[in-house]
């Protein structure tokens, strides 16, 4: 699809996340990512300090989890569903992340993402983040092992305009 055909439209809004809906967000997200976080952290993340967010049209399409330090908004996570990747709906959570930010009084967005994840990479530089540095072995591989073929982690920053 190219990008004059995505169908994101201005009809999908960010919603907070319920403790009701996190079985079936845990559900979508298991066949969406190798990395999913599951249930039992999407709970603890809502009993926490953590700003969590649904984004939904008809249906729900990703969700993030964010986290305010001072006034650094950290992305710890952020998921398209699976049936949505390739639409344009990442770009539009980042934008969507944004205005939170900006509500939340940030003045910067920081996040880690896996070295080898190009996709997620190539939206967050589209979303006019930068690289600003790496983290040696930082992620386990998919078996859990820090020891065998860890991957990098890239730190990406984008400092946000303050409107006045
Ligand atoms: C990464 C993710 C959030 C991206 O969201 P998305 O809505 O699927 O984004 P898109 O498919 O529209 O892709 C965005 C861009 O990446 C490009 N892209 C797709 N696959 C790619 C690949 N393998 N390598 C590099 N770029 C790629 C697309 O062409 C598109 O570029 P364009 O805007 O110039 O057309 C989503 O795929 C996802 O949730 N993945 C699993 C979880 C994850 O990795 N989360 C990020 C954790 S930091």
């Known amino acids: ?25 845990a559900k979508y997200e298991a066949t969406s990512t190798s990395w999913p976080w599951g249930e039992a952290k999407m709970l603890q993340s809502l009993s926490s ?46 934008d969507k ?17 896996r070295a080898d994840n190009h996709r997620a990479r190539k939206v967050y530089l589209s979303a006019e983040f930068s690289e600003t540095g790496i983290r040696k072995n930082y992620y386990p591989n998919l078996t859990g092992s820090h020891t065998k073929s860890p991957q990098d982690a890239v730190l990406m920053q984008c400092a946000l305009e303050i409107s006045s």
């Open 1 to 25: 699809m190219s990008k004059g055909e995505r169908d994101c439209c201005s009809g999908v809004r960010l919603e907070a996340i319920t403790a009701e809906v996190v079985t079936q967000l």
């Open 49 to 94: 300090e953590h700003h969590c967010y649904v984004l939904v049209e008809d249906k729900a399409i990703g969700y993030c989890v964010l986290l305010l330090i001072d006034e650094v908004l950290e992305i710890l996570n952020f998921v398209i569903f699976s049936e949505f990747q390739g639409r344009g709906y990442g770009r539009l959570l980042v």
């Open 97 to 113: 992340i944004k205005a939170v930010a900006r509500d939340l009084g940030a003045s910067m967005l920081w996040l880690e993402v």
